[in-house]
């Protein structure tokens, strides 16, 4: 079947350490997204990226950062910058990217990270 | 902020009853979604509706859409325990690439 595998599904990190989140589809899918969620909270954006090779901030990138190598594989890499890493991770995509796209975004199951 | 707002935060029903959730929005929308969230899980997409669709109807979902008021709304008939979760509508805006922005979430649970 067709989807978004995230892992590890939950993860520790202690302080200085850089982490870094998988995620990988097999939807053939051109776009691909990372979110926060904090408890009670909705989704924040962190990156982006609609094509390979090439990624884009949202709206809260400050101590995270990202590759996109390969169109299948979006890995998100936590920085010790990130003072605040706290938090529920997870990992979208969507067939076509473009401000008059109608499509839907599929989701994974999300990393858990917390601090050690 | 561009982020949309669920209404209510938490809705608790009976079993069998209707579920209603009310969203609003700030600026001018290419769509707007709603999905769903199991706890601990990913979002589910449930429905898509466009600026210029007014009502939408997938299975016991109903969405509707008011580009006047900036607001939708999604009722949930007859409700069944499985549909106990978080809601959240989330909009596409009209400027720049396609970015969902989030609503906070409506928790629903339903009660047996």
């Known amino acids: 079947d067709g989807g978004i595998t995230q892992s590890p599904k939950y993860l520790f990190r202690k302080e200085g350490q850089n982490v870094t989140l998988s995620c990988e589809q097999n939807?053939?899918?051109?776009?691909m997204y990372w979110y926060r969620q904090d408890p009670g909270q909705g989704l924040r954006l962190i990156y982006y990226?609609?094509?390979?090779?090439?990624?884009q901030k949202g709206d809260i990138a400050e101590g995270y950062s990202v590759s996109r190598e390969k169109k299948e594989s979006f890995p998100l890499t936590v920085t010790s910058a990130q003072k605040n890493p706290t938090a529920f991770y997870l990992c979208?995509?969507?067939?076509?990217?473009?401000?008059?796209?109608?499509?839907?975004?599929?989701f994974g199951d999300g990393t858990r990270l917390s601090i050690l | 902020s561009q982020q949309g707002e669920e209404d209510p935060q938490a809705l608790s029903i009976q079993e069998g009853e209707n579920a209603t959730m009310n969203c609003s929005y700030k600026?001018?929308?290419?769509?707007l979604q709603w999905y769903r969230q199991n706890s601990g899980r990913g979002l589910v997409h449930l429905i898509l509706i466009r600026s210029n669709e007014r009502e939408k109807h997938s299975g016991r979902l109903r969405v509707t859409l008011d580009t006047s008021k900036k607001s939708s709304s999604l009722l949930i008939t007859a409700s069944r325990a499985a549909d106990t979760a978080s809601y959240f509508c989330a909009t596409v805006f009209i400027q720049g690439a396609q970015k969902l922005v989030f609503g906070q979430g409506t928790r629903l649970t339903i009660n047996p």
């Open positions: 979208a995509s969507s067939p076509r990217t473009g401000w008059d796209s109608n499509q839907p975004q599929h």
């Open positions: 600026t001018s929308i290419n769509n």
């Open positions: 939807l053939n899918h051109d776009a």
């Open positions: 990226s609609q094509i390979v090779n090439d990624f």
